[in-house]
């Protein structure tokens, strides 16, 4: 993500509303979920357990993952009853 | 039209922010400010302003209020001295990190220990790294005049500026100051129309800034003082329109010719001047600066016309380890090497034209010593 310089800023550290949709904060992480869909068995722990919404499902299948607010916690993979997800360092 | 009132420098201050009729004032009373605030309440109990006035349980308070007030929208006026000023210290810098468009009264008195109720600049000098726009006063007649000026610069830069003047000297003698009309006021600084308002807008200031923006914030204040100093000038010629007075960053009383310079803020001016004048008479080259606008510094210019004369440096505050903060400042600007410091009139010990005249003569039968303490029992 690009820094605004000084003269880019709004003056006085105003914000305007729906900074969280703008501001992605997915950059923080070391090390990412890669996911195994042959192993995957679709229960959806994944995708309750995910505190930043990150992964989705649709019709009762999980949906890949978005990264743009991920932080790299590791849920998903510590609550993963079939080992389908790794966290991996990132380059 | 102008008229003449007898006013203090309280006084004067009062009158204003009565034309003006801010919509929210918040301050708590201290000497030699409270009359301000004595005066604006009378105003407000008679009906003559509509002000929202917030009494506060201290100075902390007053001038988060004011901020607060402020960014909903308000134009906000306030008065305080010392340790008032002292006890703001915190929000003073949040006032000029959220670009707050205010403008504060500060009536110069010493701070403690010992505790004394008199004038020196120590507490406005103490803030003068904050970010607020500094402008000093002779009389009350420029009490008025700064006024003016500091209203329309504060809501032009968004920065909130602090005007001094000298506690008691200033503040609680009557002269006769040239007042405008309400409705010539009124026009003059027009109607406050905020970028945003926290009433209004869905908006959140005062956010957190970690070291990927800190710097680039406290950069946008130093791009802000630059505008500010070319505002100034401009708002200055407007005002001297209105009201003729001796315009620019400072004074320059019989300089041109003059070998030894004085440079002092506030109140000693007009002493320096009777001096010069009984000086001038017997043939000696002497002359004054007098600095009206301290923050923004006007560097350049004062190098300019300070250029290769004897200058003399007269602080009416001590920083205690160091040498004083308007010598250093003017020793800055002008790479002088040519420059004396001297230390007056602490905690209110007066300063007499005697005083200034020893000054005066040993500076020119280069005798002053570089750093010299006036009027002390040592």
């Known amino acids: ?91 | 039209m102008k008229k003449i009132k007898a006013l203090t420098g309280n006084g004067a201050a009062s009158e204003i922010m009565r034309q003006v009729n801010p919509d929210v004032v918040a301050a708590y009373p201290i000497t030699p400010s409270t009359q301000i605030m004595e005066d604006f309440s009378q105003y407000l109990a008679d009906g003559k302003v509509d002000t929202e006035l917030i009494r506060v349980e201290s100075e902390h308070s007053a001038i988060s209020a004011c901020v607060g007030a402020s960014h909903a929208g308000a134009r906000v006026m306030t008065a305080t001295s010392s340790a008032g000023l002292a006890f703001m210290w915190e929000v003073l810098g949040v006032a000029a990190g959220l670009r707050t468009p205010m403008v504060m009264n500060v009536v110069n008195r010493t701070l403690s220990s010992p505790i004394n109720i008199h004038c020196d600049h120590s507490d406005s000098m103490g803030a003068r790294d904050l970010g607020w726009i500094q402008i000093y006063s002779e009389n009350a007649n420029e009490v008025y005049i700064n006024n003016l000026i500091a209203i329309k610069l504060a809501e032009k830069i968004n920065l909130p500026v602090m005007i001094c003047q000298d506690g008691f000297i200033t503040s609680h003698c009557v002269e006769g100051v040239d007042i405008l009309e309400d409705k010539d006021v009124k026009k003059f600084i027009g109607e406050f129309k905020p970028k945003y308002s926290l009433l209004k807008d869905n908006i959140a200031i005062g956010n957190l800034a970690l070291p990927d923006y800190f710097y680039e914030i406290k950069m946008q204040n130093v791009i802000a003082m630059e505008k500010a100093k070319k505002e100034f000038l401009r708002i200055d010629k407007e005002v001297n329109k209105l009201l003729k007075h001796e315009t620019g960053y400072f004074e320059e009383y019989k300089l041109k010719d003059a070998k030894v310079v004085i440079v002092a803020l506030s109140s000693t001016c007009g002493t320096v001047k009777s001096v010069i004048n009984e000086l001038r008479k017997k043939g000696k080259k002497v002359g004054l600066l007098k600095l009206r606008l301290f923050r923004p510094f006007p560097k350049e210019e004062l190098k300019r016309v300070l250029g290769n004369k004897k200058i003399i440096v007269m602080d009416r505050s001590v920083s205690l380890g160091s040498d004083a903060p308007l010598y250093i400042e003017i020793k800055n600007a002008t790479e002088s090497k040519d420059i004396y410091s001297i230390i007056y009139g602490l905690g209110g010990r007066n300063i007499y034209e005697k005083e200034i005249k020893y000054i005066f003569e040993r500076a020119l039968n280069n005798k002053l010593k570089k750093l010299e303490y006036v009027g002390v029992r040592k």
């Open chain 1, 1 to 91: 993500m690009k820094l605004k310089n000084a003269r880019e800023i709004e003056e006085g550290t105003v914000l305007k509303e729906g900074t969280s949709k703008k501001n992605k904060t997915g950059n923080w992480k070391t090390f990412e979920p890669v996911v195994d869909f042959d192993k995957c068995i679709h229960c959806m722990k994944c995708v309750m357990y995910c505190p930043d919404i990150c992964i989705f499902q649709k019709n009762g299948k999980r949906g890949k993952n978005d990264l743009s607010m991920c932080k790299g916690c590791g849920i998903c993979a510590q609550v993963c009853p079939a080992n389908a997800i790794k966290m991996v360092k990132r380059k």
